[in-house]
Nanobody, 126 residues
C-alpha cells in the first residue's frame, strides 16, 4: 500500500509563490510516475504536472507551463510542485498521485493514477 501526504499549501496574494511537497511511503517510490492534480470548487479534477520515475521528463498543460515546476527527490521519497506567479484561478485543493503502471508516457487522466493523497488547499487572493 502506498500512502501520499501533501503539505505546503496556504493563502498567498496574486503573484506570490508556494512550494508543495508530497511525501510517499514505500521503497518503490523511484519506480512511480508522479503527478499533481487540482480541483477547484464546482470543477472537475484537473491535471497539473507529471514527472517520470527518474525525473528526466516532465509535462504540464499550458495553463501552468512556465509558472509551475514539478521535481522529485527519490532519496527522500518526495515530489515537489514549485508554483510561481500564482493567479486567483490557481485556487484549488492540490493532490499528488502515483501512477504505478506508466510506461514511457506521462499520463494525464485521473483514472490513470493508482494512489492519491488527501490534498492541500491553495488559495490565491487578488
Amino acid at each position: 500500500q502506498v500512502q501520499l501526504v501533501e503539505s505546503g499549501g496556504g493563502l498567498v496574494q496574486a503573484g506570490g509563490s508556494l512550494r508543495l511537497s508530497c511525501a510517499a511511503s514505500g521503497r518503490t517510490f523511484s519506480s512511480y510516475v508522479m503527478g499533481w492534480f487540482r480541483q477547484a470548487p464546482g470543477k472537475e479534477r484537473e491535471f497539473v504536472a507529471a514527472i517520470s520515475w527518474n525525473g528526466g521528463r516532465t509535462y504540464s498543460p499550458d495553463s501552468v507551463k512556465g509558472r509551475f515546476t514539478i521535481s522529485r527527490d527519490n532519496a527522500k521519497n518526495t515530489v515537489y510542485l514549485q508554483m510561481n506567479s500564482l493567479k486567483p484561478e490557481d485556487t484549488a485543493v492540490y493532490y499528488c498521485a502515483a501512477d504505478l503502471s506508466s510506461g514511457p508516457r506521462l499520463r494525464i487522466g485521473v483514472r490513470d493514477y493508482d494512489y492519491w493523497g488527501q490534498g492541500t488547499q491553495v488559495t490565491v487572493s487578488s
